[in-house]
């Protein structure tokens, strides 16, 4: 992975296509040779760093991660995004929220699941 980036998701938010909070978002977007990737300020808590990243922002996951009943991930990318953190997600999406109303846009997830239920492989007798 070798973009200028601190952060990745691979889920797509439907709701910063969807929310009004979100109507004057503006991201930058990055290509690489097999995927479009583009810069959200917060996602939730599935996503990946390099190891250096943990380590250097390792105070503020804790601060948000630390004792809370509901998931903070929001508060947290905005609290990395004031440090100048750069979080991007894939587009489209390559993995997804469970809750149908989230889910990523531009992927028939019901065919993968049902293609997914019906593989051998994944069965157990």
Known sequence: ?????????????RDK???SEYEELKSKIYFTKSAHFR?????????AMRAKTLKRDLAIHQK???NVKVSK????????????VILVSSIPGYSTHME?????PCVNWKKIQM???NDS???TS
């Open 73 to 84: 991930d929001h508060e947290k990318f905005c609290k990395l995004s004031e440090k100048g």
């Open 1 to 13: 992975f070798d973009l200028p980036i601190d952060y990745v998701t691979l889920y797509d938010h």
């Open 115 to 117: 293609e997914y239920q």
């Open 100 to 104: 149908p109303d989230f889910e990523s």
């Open 64 to 66: 948000f991660s630390t």
């Open 39 to 47: 810069t959200i300020p917060s996602t939730t808590n599935t996503f």
């Open 121 to 123: 492989a994944y069965t």
């Open 17 to 19: 296509y969807t929310f």
